[in-house]
């Protein structure tokens, strides 16, 4: 089987809840997602999905990913979809980083990969190991009456895990946090999430004003590894690293220095599927537990998140975020579809979703072998 064809589209997915708001003043309402679809000679076609969550979250952003999409589209005509060790290869020889970027090829040759077989990617990453599993949705920056009210309105409809926006002022952010842990019942997981924003010293006094609250989870307070380690010594709260783990190494560094009980393992970040799965796998062996989702996206990267999750043992899988939940825009009929805050992966084969592509108009750009 060789790959013939590489097709790039656009599709803005606009945030189904007004405006989403982070630290450091980061805010946005709509997003520029990068689809792509690989055709081989057999005619099989498979989807991958990247959408970088602004320009100023990671060093990643849409536009760089549809120039590095052109460059690795084209060192990837004529080799078999289905050896992901090749296609990688190519991808890492054609383009030095940008990871982001070859995300969405690894991830379409994943859903080729399934569809030859005839086996859901779950089954190719493992096997079904989860039927369903827990969802998580964020409470963005805002007042904490405004973010008190959404935890409540999402909670009716079936949530319970949550990341709460901090990483403001600390001490409005320990406001925002005490309304929101007033309201908490037995069921509900919070994580409040600074995304690197605080300081040492923001991260100190927002944490003491919160020594007599509900315990919750505590996600990324600072830029560095070493100023989360410094944080880390001064609370008993169980930490979620995110924006620092972007590979293997970084994560490895983290666990030695004891610096986390948990991660957020987006897809992209990582550079796809094929190195999810294998932190994913390391994760399980540390004895630390995942978050698994993206930076952002629709149908295409929610079925890529939810074929890892349900590959995921139970013991390993903190929480899941199904990111066509938090958009308007949906190519592939809104599938797969949470209910109720749990998820579950597609069982056709591939990622088990079909893309309607008169939803995409034309493409950005297309490449063919002998073109």
Same mark, same amino acid.
């Given at each position: 089987?060789?790959?013939?064809?590489?097709?790039?589209?656009?599709?803005?997915?606009?945030?189904?809840?007004?405006?989403?708001?982070?630290?450091?003043?980061?805010?946005?309402?709509?997003?520029?997602?990068?689809?792509?679809?690989?055709?081989?000679?057999?005619?099989?076609?498979?989807?991958?999905?990247?959408?970088?969550?602004?320009?100023?979250?990671?060093?990643?952003?849409?536009?760089?990913?549809?120039?590095?999409?052109?460059?690795?589209?084209?060192?990837?005509?004529?080799?078999?979809?289905?050896?992901?060790?090749?296609?990688?290869?190519?991808?890492?020889?054609?383009?030095?980083?940008?990871?982001?970027?070859?995300?969405?090829?690894?991830?379409?040759?994943?859903?080729?990969?399934?569809?030859?077989?005839?086996?859901?990617?779950?089954?190719?990453?493992?096997?079904?190991?989860?039927?369903?599993?827990?969802?998580?949705?964020?409470?963005?920056?805002?007042?904490?009456?405004?973010?008190?009210?959404?935890?409540?309105?999402?909670?009716?409809?079936?949530?319970?895990?949550?990341?709460?926006?901090?990483?403001?002022?600390?001490?409005?952010?320990?406001?925002?946090?005490?309304?929101?842990?007033?309201?908490?019942?037995?069921?509900?997981?919070?994580?409040?999430?600074?995304?690197?924003?605080?300081?040492?010293?923001? /991260?100190?006094? #927002?944490?003491? $004003?919160?020594? @007599?609250?509900?315990?919750?989870? &505590?996600?990324? =307070?600072?830029?560095? !590894?070493?100023?989360?380690?410094?944080?880390?010594?001064?609370?008993?709260?169980?930490?979620?690293?995110?924006?620092?783990?972007?590979?293997?190494?970084?994560?490895?560094?983290?666990?030695?220095?004891?610096?986390?009980?948990?991660?957020?393992?987006?897809?992209?970040?990582?550079?796809?599927?094929?190195?999810?799965?294998?932190?994913?796998?390391?994760?399980?062996?540390?004895?630390?537990?995942?978050?698994?989702?993206?930076?952002?996206?629709?149908?295409?990267?929610?079925?890529?998140?939810?074929?890892?999750?349900?590959?995921?043992?139970?013991?390993?899988?903190?929480?899941?975020?199904?990111?066509?939940?938090?958009?308007?825009?949906?190519?592939?009929?809104?599938?797969?579809?949470?209910?109720?805050?749990?998820?579950? /992966?597609?069982? #056709?084969?591939? $990622?088990?979703? @079909?893309?309607?592509?008169?939803? &995409?108009?034309? =493409?950005?750009?297309? !490449?063919?072998?002998?073109?």
């Amino acid at each position: 089987m060789q790959i013939n064809r590489v097709d790039a589209f656009g599709l803005d997915l606009r945030y189904a809840h007004g405006e989403y708001v982070m630290s450091d003043g980061r805010r946005s309402s709509s997003l520029p997602s990068t689809l792509v679809r690989i055709t081989t000679d057999d005619g099989l076609t498979g989807w991958g999905e990247v959408c970088p969550l602004g320009t100023t979250y990671l060093p990643s952003h849409a536009e760089g990913a549809r120039a590095a999409l052109h460059e690795l589209g084209g060192a990837i005509l004529g080799a078999d979809p289905l050896n992901l060790y090749e296609i990688n290869r190519l991808m890492n020889n054609a383009l030095a980083g940008h990871g982001y970027a070859k995300s969405p090829i690894d991830i379409a040759c994943w859903d080729i990969s399934g569809k030859a077989m005839g086996q859901p990617v779950t089954q190719l990453l493992g096997g079904l190991a989860n039927p369903r599993f827990m969802l998580y949705e964020a409470i963005p920056l805002a007042d904490p009456e405004h973010m008190v009210q959404q935890f409540v309105t999402r909670r009716d409809a079936g949530i319970r895990h949550f990341q709460v926006k901090i990483g403001d002022d600390p001490r409005t952010d320990a406001s925002r946090l005490r309304a929101i842990l007033e309201h908490v019942e037995p069921e509900d997981t919070i994580v409040a999430d600074a995304n690197c924003g605080w300081r040492l010293q923001d /991260a100190m006094l #927002a944490l003491n $004003l919160l020594l @007599d609250t509900e315990p919750f989870y &505590l996600e990324q =307070p600072c830029e560095t !590894l070493e100023d989360c380690l410094y944080v880390r010594r001064h609370t008993n709260l169980p930490m979620v690293l995110d924006e620092i783990i972007s590979d293997a190494h970084s994560l490895l560094r983290a666990w030695h220095a004891g610096g986390l009980e948990a991660f957020n393992l987006k897809i992209s970040k990582v550079g796809g599927l094929t190195n999810a799965r294998f932190m994913r796998d390391l994760a399980q062996r540390l004895g630390l537990r995942v978050t698994l989702e993206d930076t952002w996206g629709g149908d295409v990267t929610t079925a890529a998140v939810s074929h890892l999750a349900a590959s995921t043992s139970p013991e390993t899988l903190f929480t899941v975020s199904f990111m066509n939940d938090w958009v308007l825009d949906h190519v592939a009929g809104h599938n797969p579809r949470s209910d109720k805050g749990w998820g579950q /992966a597609p069982t #056709a084969p591939g $990622l088990g979703i @079909d893309v309607d592509v008169d939803l &995409l108009g034309d =493409p950005l750009f297309s !490449l063919q072998m002998n073109s």
